[in-house]
């Protein structure tokens, strides 16, 4: 059936735009390049235009069809150089992009209720990255490269397959709160220890 392109709206941060779905994803990406062809209508380029202007991308799987919940993303993503927020919630995705390294003006990710098994090394080149929240998936290990998120103050690891404390978490430098309960831990000494050590932490949770 037909997907119409998902709508741009306006806000205060600036423009914004709420997928419902992988169908509507792959249209989104594919009214930017349609955009850009000679042929394109006034229409078209100006969609194509807006898109790129993007700072806000909304994609929570709650509202999409289960047959039709994002299981991947697509290089293009990389294309959205002004993009700050990207939220990924309740998807099926089981991988992230490398080219989510190309976003270098991201603050916000949210990748919870998806299938991650990893996290891409690509991470580490998202240098105004805050929040990083990657709660209720398939992790049991984290990037090396995760230290070099130079500005992350927030990560949040709950609900994961995490067997112990990733010691890379100790390396990040401006951390200010990490989540990490309900991991299969045995012993959470060493994670306690090291909540301790951070400013803002809620320390009756882990």
């Not at 959470?188 to 882990?206: A, H, N, P, W, Y």
Request: aromatic share 8%; with cysteine; charged share 30%.
């Amino acid at each position: 059936h037909r997907v119409d392109a998902p709508k741009i709206d306006y806000t205060l941060e600036g423009p914004r735009v709420t997928i419902c779905g992988q169908r509507e994803l792959y249209k989104f990406f594919s009214m930017i390049e349609q955009g850009k062809t000679q042929e394109a209508s006034q229409s078209a380029r100006r969609y194509s235009e807006e898109a790129e202007w993007v700072v806000t991308m909304c994609c929570n799987g709650e509202h999409a069809a289960e047959d039709d919940k994002i299981k991947k993303l697509p290089p293009q993503i990389g294309t959205l150089k002004r993009l700050g927020d990207l939220q990924l919630y309740n998807n099926e995705l089981t991988s992230i992009a490398p080219e989510i390294g190309e976003l270098t003006e991201l603050e916000w990710l949210y990748l919870d209720g998806n299938l991650l098994e990893s996290i891409p090394q690509q991470i580490g080149l998202l240098k105004k990255l805050k929040w990083l929240s990657v709660r209720g998936g398939l992790l049991k290990t984290l990037p090396s490269e995760i230290a070099e998120l130079v500005s992350l103050k927030w990560l949040q690891l709950e609900g994961n397959q995490f067997t112990g404390f990733p010691p890379i978490v100790r390396l990040i430098p401006k951390l200010r709160y990490f989540s990490f309960r309900e991991n299969p831990v045995s012993n959470l000494e060493e994670v306690e220890e090291f909540r301790k050590k951070l400013v803002g932490t809620d320390k009756e949770k882990i």
